[in-house]
């Protein structure tokens, strides 16, 4: 059963890296087509897509994080991780992690275009 589950530091100071993980994969996070995905959401803005790892291993990335961020996976506790290097205050958001069906979603994706969400942490950068 799929129960993600995002956790990780509440305050990360700028210039940091900041470390996320997400847990609750459910059966294995290899199995064919599924790709797990890292979604932001900036205070008052919407939803921002950051990048997936596949099944396969292969990881996609938003070209505007400027190779800042990296995803890996760990298959044999199905946890995937994220981290995002160098981070200022406009990096503030809550992260969750999801599953989704294909590489990238669609540019004015929403919450259905994932059918497994975590409940979201809060990230705040400090100045």
């Known amino acids: 059963q799929v129960q993600l589950q995002e956790s990780g530091p509440g305050l990360v100071e700028s210039f940091q890296t900041l470390s996320l993980n997400c847990s609750g994969v459910g059966g294995s996070i290899t199995i064919y087509n599924y790709y797990w995905n890292w979604i932001r959401q900036p205070p008052g803005k919407g939803l921002e897509w950051m990048g997936a790892i596949a099944y396969s291993g292969k990881t996609y990335y938003r070209p505007s994080l400027n190779s800042r961020a990296s995803i890996s996976r760990y298959t044999s506790n199905k946890q995937f991780t994220l981290q995002l290097d160098s981070v200022t205050p406009a990096d503030t958001a809550v992260y969750y992690c999801?599953?989704?069906?294909?590489?990238?979603?669609?540019?004015?994706?929403?919450?259905?275009?994932?059918?497994?969400w975590g409940q979201g942490t809060q990230v705040t950068v400090s100045s």
């Open positions: 999801a599953r989704g069906d294909r590489q990238r979603p669609k540019s004015d994706f929403g919450r259905d275009d994932f059918d497994y």
